[in-house]
Nanobody, 126 residues
Framework: QVQLVESGGGLVQAGGSLRLSCAAS????????MGWFRQAPGKEREFVAA????????YYADSVKGRFTISRDNAKITAYLQMNNLKPEDTAVYYC???????????????????WGQGTQVTVSS
């Protein structure tokens, strides 16, 4: 059974930084593509960033490109989202997700992911 647990959210002023972590249980996750999504109040869940199984390939939503960096440490079975130059519009609940190990490629849609964390709140004040 795969479990994902996010941490690192909080309240930060605009222009500040946060680093989210996603700790996974289940060694198979080290062979899974992973992603970060977010959901703001009253809005649909949206894609933020994705990373391949090896970490060699990444993809970002245009809204975060150049400000956010996704990475992973397969030895620790942990994914990260470094968020710099945060803006009030980045305020949302951030979710970590993983695909099945047998699924190739990066996932850019939430329905392409099989495992989800419970989410961590990020609030950016202006």
């Amino acid at each position: 059974q795969v479990q994902l647990v996010e941490s690192g959210g909080g309240l930060v002023q605009a222009g500040g930084s946060l680093r989210l972590s996603c700790a996974a249980s289940g060694r198979t996750v080290s062979s899974s593509a992973m992603g970060w999504f977010r959901q703001a109040p009253g809005k649909e869940r949206e894609f933020v960033a994705a990373i391949s199984r090896s970490g060699g390939a990444t993809y970002y939503a245009d809204s975060v490109k150049g400000r956010f960096t996704i990475s992973r440490d397969n030895a620790k079975i942990t994914a990260y989202l470094q968020m710099n130059n945060l803006k009030p519009e980045d305020t949302a609940v951030y979710y970590c997700a993983a695909r099945r190990p047998t699924t190739g490629g990066l996932g850019l849609e939430s329905n392409q992911y099989d495992y989800w964390g419970q989410g961590t709140q990020v609030t950016v004040s202006s």
